[in-house]
């Protein structure tokens, strides 16, 4: 199957979990950085989504599952193992609602990728179900390849094309745009020398930072 790659706007969208044991905490960790509406519906959770649920990050539902849990739901995972549950939950699903199932029987809409993630920088990996391990290995060698620098790197340029962008225009404005990705500017922040990036801009655009 080809899939479509897409990265999807969940904030304030109802996501529904059916199942509490180790995928569902993954699935419910993939989530947090978002500002998705996440809902657990199982009778037993992991300790670790116990934390979650104490803290206040996802509802959950100490019961059995229903079809009237999914009730506007925009994504519906169903990650128990039990595979009658799992079909119970497909054949609930509207038509225009989106289901993952961890046992990749049925109706699967989406699968989730890798994702590193750096602020607003993000970089996902997917084998498409083929190999589970060579996307856990390709994940290990990006989260390495671009550290945690890669956060306030993005983050620079974000406000730095901002800036440009109200400024400049025509083919000053595509060269400064052009000369944001010197690489010295991503050395500076893997070293910690933000100021020496605010710096070079500021002498750039003749505006403070």
């Not at 999807?8 to 699935?27: C, E, F, P, S, W």
């Not at 809409?109 to 993630?117: K, L, Q, T």
């Not at 052009?178 to 990036?197: F, N, S, V």
């Amino acid at each position: 199957m080809n899939y479509f790659p897409l990265l999807m706007n969940t904030d304030y969208k109802k996501v529904v979990i059916v199942g509490g044991g180790h995928v569902a905490r993954q699935k419910v960790e993939a989530l947090l950085p978002t500002k998705a509406l996440v809902t657990v519906i199982s009778k037993e959770v992991t300790e670790t989504l116990q934390h979650y649920i104490n803290e206040g990050l996802v509802t959950w539902k100490d019961k059995a599952f229903e079809p009237a849990d999914l009730d506007d739901a925009a994504l519906i995972f169903a990650v128990t193992n039990d595979e009658g549950v799992n079909n119970a939950v497909g054949e609930a699903v509207q038509h225009w609602q989106l289901l993952s199932r961890a046992d990749a029987k049925g109706r699967v809409d989406f699968i989730n990728p890798a994702v590193v993630r750096r602020g607003d920088f993000v970089v996902t990996v997917s084998t498409s179900g083929a190999s589970p391990g060579l996307t856990r290995q390709v994940k290990v060698d990006l989260s390495e390849q671009y550290g945690e620098h890669y956060a306030q790197y993005v983050s620079f340029l974000k406000v730095a094309r901002q800036k440009i962008l109200k400024v400049f225009t025509g083919d000053l404005k595509k060269q400064l745009l052009a000369e944001l990705l010197d690489p010295q500017i991503l050395q500076w922040m893997e070293q910690g020398e933000k100021q020496k990036c605010e710096a070079w801009l500021q002498q750039r655009i003749g505006e403070k930072w």
